[in-house]
């Protein structure tokens, strides 16, 4: 596994997690990466992204409460997610598309995925 996630957990409405995906092999921090989250029963959806000309793009369900940001210097990606909502719980990925010169919305243009890390927003 070369995208390592962490941070993941359980949380009421309201509150915040920070999520981790660490670069082992320092190869891809400098591609297009993004998250990327699934809920049983439902496809996979776009969360945030980072473009390689340091761009970043949010999906509208979450503009506003999350923000993407990353550390080259550590080759972490990280997702800060506050004011969580039960419609927020998923599973989140770390992924990073390694095949295109251009960045894109579509889940499916990444080629290199983290293991996932749960999270879970209660009422």
């Known amino acids: 596994v070369v995208l390592l996630e962490s941070g993941g957990g359980s949380v009421q409405v309201g509150g915040s997690l920070r999520l981790s995906c660490r670069d082992a092999?320092?190869?891809?921090?400098?591609?297009?990466m993004g998250w990327v989250r699934q809920a049983p029963g439902k496809e996979r959806e776009k969360v945030a992204r980072?473009?390689?000309?340091?761009?970043?793009r949010y999906a509208d369900y979450v503009k506003g409460r999350f923000t993407i940001s990353k550390d080259s210097a550590k080759s972490t990606l990280y997702l800060q997610m506050n004011s969580l909502k039960p419609e927020d719980s998923a599973m989140y990925y770390c992924?990073?598309?390694?095949?295109?010169?251009?960045?894109?919305?579509?889940?499916?243009?990444?080629?290199?995925w983290g293991q996932g890390t749960q999270v879970t927003v209660s009422s």
């Open positions: 980072t473009n390689t000309d340091g761009t970043i």
């Open positions: 092999g320092y190869r891809y921090v400098s591609s297009c």
């Open positions: 992924a990073a598309d390694t095949a295109h010169l251009t960045c894109s919305d579509y889940v499916d243009r990444y080629n290199i």
